[in-house]
C-alpha cells in the first residue's frame, strides 16, 4: 500500500536545469532511505543519487557537482535538482526508496516511481 509517484521531467536543452520530485505516501512507518535511478535505452538502471534518514548523501561521479538531492521529511517527499544538464543525462528516472511500513523489524520493502522522462537536447 505504498506508492511513490514522480514529477518533473522533461525536455531541455544543454545547460539547463530540472528538478524531480518524488512523493511516498502509503501504510509509511518510516523511510530509512530514499535515491534516483536512472535508465537509458539498452542500458542497466545506474544509482544516480540516494539520501539516508541521517541526511548523509552519496552521488554517481558523473553527477557529481552538478546534482544535488535533498529530502523533506515531513512530506515524505525526495528531490533532485539537476544543473548544466549535459545530453548524456538524457534517460528516464526513478524514484526509489527503501521503506518500513510497520512497526516489526521484518515490515521493510523496496518501493520504485513509475519513472519520468528526462530529455536533454538542442
Known amino acids: 500500500q505504498v506508492q511513490l509517484v514522480e514529477s518533473g521531467g522533461g525536455l531541455v536543452q544543454p545547460g539547463g536545469s530540472l528538478r524531480l520530485s518524488c512523493a511516498a505516501s502509503?501504510?509509511?512507518?518510516?523511510?530509512?532511505?530514499m535515491g534516483w535511478y536512472r535508465q537509458a535505452p539498452g542500458k542497466e538502471r545506474d544509482l544516480v543519487a540516494a539520501?539516508?534518514?541521517?541526511?548523509?548523501?552519496n552521488y554517481a561521479d558523473s553527477v557529481k557537482g552538478r546534482f544535488t538531492i535533498s529530502r523533506d521529511n515531513a512530506k515524505n517527499t525526495v528531490y533532485l535538482q539537476m544543473n548544466s544538464l549535459k545530453p548524456e543525462d538524457t534517460a528516464v528516472y526513478y524514484c526509489?526508496?527503501?521503506?518500513?511500513?510497520?512497526?516489526?523489524?521484518?515490515?521493510?520493502?523496496?518501493?520504485w516511481g513509475q519513472g519520468t522522462q528526462v530529455t536533454v537536447s538542442s
Open positions: 526509489h526508496a527503501l521503506i518500513k511500513y510497520g512497526i516489526s523489524w521484518y515490515m521493510v520493502g523496496d518501493y
Open positions: 502509503g501504510s509509511i512507518f518510516s523511510i530509512n532511505a
Open positions: 539520501i539516508t534518514s541521517g541526511s548523509s548523501t
